[in-house]
């Protein structure tokens, strides 16, 4: 008697008859610890806002509806969280391989909405589409993340050429430099400089032998005063007074507190004098809070200027969590990026958490005075409308990249007798 020929499931560690279906094992092969994280961060973000945004100006009918600001855009938060939820496990279980086709259809677009914003009359150059409001910079940088990370992979594939290193530097020079002029231009200097930590990241991991890193390093270093002193101000009106003013806090230079100063200033002063517990959440001004009194501008306390209120409120302790929360994202990521099964993943991984360092970095820099202002918000902690989607939906590539890091594939058994 013959046994009739059957499908079994080979992984890169073993082999056997799995009566689980291919989504079920997906559900099961989720990086938990990121999704805890992520969530722990966003639930704590929603928290903070409450008390960041409840001095925000709303309309009367939203002020009844909600009782309160702060209500109102937890409110919104929590529909972007939710909307950003579908985004994150759509692309965490379909396989990365088949998103990257998003790449030049992405990044066009995000070129093309780019203009759009620049020709409107809008200070934060946002587009409005379907009563929700977005900057196309953020857009451009996840779409320039999917082109890199699939060009330097399969570009050397259809000729050797493609994989000379000066080759893939200007691939990677282009596909950044083009979005970063754009929105230096726009005058959104944060969201311009999260490309510089990215592209650097990109030609690292991207194979860039290190005596080409070394020779644009100090090429860029003897060009920095060009670009700072003629370049800068001709893309950038605000650019170079944030960044004088940033220089004479730090060198201890006399600055104006009530003009160019006043934000730095009363922002790092929140954050300085917190201690280790804080004034309270939602502290008044009778509790010593600046926020309650309005030193933190309160316009922009519950998105660019949150962690001064997070450090103000809940003091070294609750910074401490944050930075150690975020520290543990970011060291996940690097532990996915290492598992992955090929270049295209490895890079995906490592340009979504340089972009997330640089968020960190220049938002919580910027209320310490380790960087100048430059108006950009927390990743999952700050309001800001769609961005909280594009980074779940970030996450979500990374979480893609961790369950089909084995290749699976069928094969049959021979015949077998009994």
Not at 174 to 191: Q, R
Request: proline share 5%; with cysteine.
């Amino acid at each position: 008697m013959k046994r009739t020929s059957c499908h079994v499931v080979r992984v890169a560690y073993g082999r056997w008859d799995d009566p689980m279906t291919p989504f079920l094992r997906k559900i099961l092969g989720l990086n938990w610890v990121l999704v805890l994280v992520m969530y722990g961060l966003l639930i704590f973000g929603v928290m903070m806002i409450e008390s960041a945004a409840r001095h925000v100006s709303i309309p009367k009918d939203m002020l009844t509806q909600f009782g309160s600001a702060g209500a109102y855009f937890t409110s919104k938060q929590k529909t972007f969280i939710l909307i950003g939820s579908i985004a994150y496990f759509s692309a965490a279980f379909v396989d990365y391989r088949w998103i990257r086709w998003l790449g030049i259809p992405f990044y066009v677009v995000s070129l093309a909405l780019m203009v759009i914003a620049m020709k409107q009359d809008d200070s934060v150059h946002q587009l409005k589409v379907a009563g929700f409001s977005f900057q196309p910079a953020q857009l451009g940088i996840t779409a320039g993340i999917l082109l890199i990370a699939w060009l330097v992979q399969d570009l050397p594939k259809i000729h050797r050429l493609f994989a000379a290193p000066f080759v893939r530097i200007g691939i990677i020079g282009l596909i950044a430099a083009v979005p970063f002029l754009m929105v230096m231009k726009m005058g959104d200097m944060g969201s311009a400089l999260v490309w510089i930590p990215v592209a650097i990241v990109a030609l690292l991991i991207g194979g860039i032998p290190f005596r080409h890193l070394t020779c644009m390093a100090f090429l860029g270093a003897g060009i920095l005063p060009l670009l700072y002193f003629v370049v800068l101000p001709l893309v950038s009106k605000r650019g170079p007074e944030r960044i004088d003013v940033w220089l004479r806090m730090v060198n201890g230079r006399e600055v104006d507190i009530s003009g160019d100063a006043y934000a730095p200033h009363n922002v790092s002063m929140a954050v300085g004098k917190a201690g280790w517990k804080g004034v309270g959440w939602k502290a008044t001004a009778e509790m010593g809070s600046l926020h309650d009194k309005g030193f933190i501008p309160r316009d922009t306390a519950h998105n660019d200027y949150i962690f001064a209120v997070i450090a103000e409120e809940l003091g070294f302790r609750g910074s401490l969590l944050l930075l150690t929360a975020f520290a543990l994202l970011l060291i996940q990521g690097l532990f996915i990026a290492f598992y992955s099964r090929d270049v295209l993943g490895r890079l995906l991984v490592c340009l979504i958490i340089a972009l997330f360092f640089a968020h960190v970095f220049e938002s919580i820099g910027m209320c310490v005075l380790l960087m100048p202002i430059t108006g950009i918000p927390l990743p999952l902690i700050s309001y800001s409308g769609t961005f909280v989607v594009i980074c779940m939906f970030l996450l979500g590539l990374v979480q893609s990249v961790w369950i089909h890091r084995h290749h699976q594939y069928v094969t049959p058994l021979k015949p077998a007798e009994t």
